[in-house]
Nanobody, 116 residues
Framework: VQLQASGGGLVQAGGSLRLSCAAS????????MGWFRQTPGEERKFVAY????????NYSDSVKGRFTISRDNAKNTVYLQMNSLMPEDTAVYFC??????????WGKGTLVTVSS
């Protein structure tokens, strides 16, 4: 299984970025997907979740109303649209695939830097 995240970069506060995560080696349409983020010295934290049919989405309180998770099962890709970015959103963002109750597979991450 491979999860390849992309779309990170440097953006000014208030700006937007869209992250993509292309999946291979799994039955993508059967897996819940998620985005997490991590800053140096801290644990990886949950950002957003989407179920296989995209009928249910959850967000952390810190991004609710600003970030939107979506997926295209025909392209085996999950997205994270990030709007109204703030410096505290600076982190490495990871996508993950869920099997049962566990986040089993992880991508390598993409760096998002938000300047003030």
């Amino acid at each position: 299984v491979q999860l390849q995240a992309s779309g990170g970069g440097l953006v000014q506060a208030g700006g937007s970025l869209r992250l993509s995560c292309a999946a291979s080696g799994l039955t993508f349409r059967s897996n819940a997907m998620g985005w997490f983020r991590q800053t140096p010295g801290e644990e990886r934290k949950f950002v957003a979740y989407i179920n296989p049919s995209a009928t249910r989405k959850n967000y952390s309180d810190s991004v609710k109303g600003r970030f939107t998770i979506s997926r295209d099962n025909a392209k085996n890709t999950v997205y994270l649209q990030m709007n109204s970015l703030m410096p505290e959103d600076t982190a490495v963002y990871f996508c993950a695939a869920k099997y049962g109750s566990n986040w089993t597979f992880w991508g390598k991450g993409t760096l998002v830097t938000v300047s003030s």
